[in-house]
């Protein structure tokens, strides 16, 4: 039982960056297991970074060293921190949640071009 609202996403030129936000409601945050992951049309959904409840992170390979994801509990809150970015990235992103259950939001739409 958990609300999931993305924000932060644009347009942004290749080598820039941008820092994704996913507010969370509803539910105790700190139990839950979170992550973003992305989706371009004709294409795969991708996860591109997970963070435990404990706080462990982890990263696909296309992102690695690019991307980095954190979370506030405090303010209920995941961050994607998106740098270095190039067309290939281009997406919607959706924040998700997992405890069991699994959650996700409504998404943002990041692009990527000059």
């Known amino acids: 039982q958990v609300q999931l609202v993305e924000s932060g996403g644009g347009l942004v030129q290749p080598g820039g960056s941008l820092r994704l936000s996913c507010a969370a409601s509803?539910?105790?945050?700190?139990?839950?297991?979170m992550g973003w992951y992305r989706q371009a049309p004709g294409k795969q959904r991708e996860t591109v970074a997970t963070?435990?409840?404990?706080?462990?992170?982890n990263y696909a390979d296309s992102v690695k060293g690019r991307f980095t994801i954190s979370r506030d509990n405090a303010k209920s809150t995941v961050y994607l921190q998106m740098n270095s970015l190039k067309p290939e990235d281009t997406a919607v992103y959706y924040c998700?949640?997992?405890?069991?259950?699994?959650?996700w939001g409504q998404g943002t739409q990041v692009t990527v071009s000059s």
């Open positions: 963070i435990t409840s404990a706080g462990s992170t």
């Open positions: 998700y949640a997992v405890h069991g259950r699994y959650y």
């Open positions: 509803g539910t105790i945050f700190t139990d839950y297991a």
